[in-house]
């Protein structure tokens, strides 16, 4: 198992538990990955840590009082 975290900036668009799609996109050194349909995004993450499977289940939502919300998301690789 391999957890992400993706940052989301409205509430209530997914729950605990969802499974959800995620697209990548590619950056000169790096990845991002996006919740489809544009949901949350996560952190560049590094070129030799790419996703090997584009679906995961969200496991946790935090919320963050300054910048919205943090959602865990597991892959299963």
Do not use: C, H
Not at 12 to 21: F, N
Not at 33 to 50: C, D, F, G, H, K
Request: hydrophobic share 40%.
């Amino acid at each position: 198992m391999r957890e992400l975290i993706f940052k989301m900036e409205r509430p209530d668009l997914v729950k605990e538990g969802q499974e959800v799609e995620v697209v990548e996109f590619p950056l000169p050194t790096s990845w991002y990955y996006v919740i489809e349909p544009a949901v949350a995004m996560s952190a560049n993450i590094p070129l030799t840590q790419r996703l090997k499977t584009n679906k995961g289940k969200i496991t946790k939502i935090e919320e963050s009082s300054d910048v919205g919300w943090y959602l865990t998301v597991e892959f299963n690789e």
